[in-house]
């Protein structure tokens, strides 16, 4: 569905789907937290799972991506401990998720030791916290859907 409505155009001879149109969605939806509450995605959840259990229907999950800026649905959404694992030794090397990525010392990182009582953060440790700011999504309330899904349309037809 999120395909369906994006305008297509020739490309090699071929009528594609015109994905570089940018769709600006609507900014009043995620700045406005009456359209949307915060929800807390268990281990191994995926966008069609909650999609599926709001809305009713697995194909939703492309609004869930959207509003929460997920380009890319398998990096940019919160990865369980065994997908985090596998990640982190495929851009670190295997067994490497327990060498040194930085230093933190009073909220600073560093590259390199600042010495004193600095503490070491591992490559495993930083990519944790960065996929537990994952694990907050935004989730449109079921009653503004439709009119999320009309929004859309409308401005991917423009």
Request: glycine fraction near 4%; aromatic fraction near 16%.
């Amino acid at each position: 569905m999120y395909f369906d409505n994006i305008p297509k155009i020739s490309y090699d001879g071929l009528l594609v789907t015109d994905i570089t149109k940018k769709i600006q969605f609507v900014k009043d939806l995620l700045t406005n937290d009456s359209f949307w509450f915060e929800y807390e995605l268990s281990q191994q959840e995926l966008p069609e799972h909650v999609a599926h259990d709001f809305y009713g229907r697995s194909d939703y999950h492309w609004i869930l991506l959207i509003i929460n800026e997920c380009y890319d649905p398998i990096y940019d959404w919160f990865l369980s401990d065994n997908e985090l694992y596998n990640f982190v030794d495929k851009k670190y090397g295997i067994g490497n998720r327990d060498a040194i990525h930085h230093w933190s010392l009073d909220g600073v990182d560093y590259n390199t030791d600042p010495g004193g009582l600095a503490t070491i953060i591992t490559n495993l440790q930083y990519e944790e916290e960065l996929n537990n700011k994952k694990r907050i999504i935004k989730v449109v309330f079921p009653e503004y859907i439709n009119q999320v899904i009309e929004e859309y349309r409308k401005l991917a037809a423009s």
